[in-house]
């Protein structure tokens, strides 16, 4: 008996040249746009480094309210994206900038914008 190769087996080719139709494998296999935003575990679309600044500049730089925030995200971005998933991404933007929270900036009266602690600048900011 002759013995096989795995690689004979995963290459295996039924009698019509192509995959084997019953190869799972096949199936399953899915083609990756690179230019496409990845999406997270539950499926929405990941924020981008530059929606979590514009985030934090609108609410403190500009001082907007949580609802005008959104409004202006989402018009800005073409998203629907609600108050909890900017609130999430706003904090978790300084954290990464190792910028304390904004109820702790206000009690030591030292407010830590985007525009004074960056040098990063976007067409969208005023």
């Known amino acids: 008996m002759e013995k096989m190769r795995i690689s004979s087996v995963l290459n295996s080719t039924g009698d019509s040249g192509g995959p084997d139709q019953n190869d799972d494998a096949s199936a399953t296999t899915t083609s990756v746009d690179p230019g496409r935003r990845r999406r997270n575990t539950t499926g929405s679309l990941k924020y981008t ?3 979590g600044y514009f985030i ?3 609410r403190v730089d ?3 309210g949580w609802h005008e925030v959104v409004d202006a995200f989402n018009n800005y971005f073409g998203q629907q994206r609600d ?3 900017l609130q ?7 954290s990464l900038e190792d ?3 904004v109820r ?4 030591e009266q030292d407010i830590k914008t985007l525009s004074n602690h960056t ?3 976007f067409a969208w900011m005023r």
């Open 104 to 107: 702790i900036q206000a009690r």
């Open 99 to 101: 910028v304390d929270r």
């Open 56 to 58: 934090w500049y609108h």
């Open 49 to 51: 480094r530059e929606q």
């Open 62 to 64: 500009l001082q907007m």
């Open 88 to 94: 999430t991404k706003f904090y978790r933007v300084l």
């Open 83 to 85: 108050k909890n998933g």
């Open 119 to 121: 040098r990063l600048r």
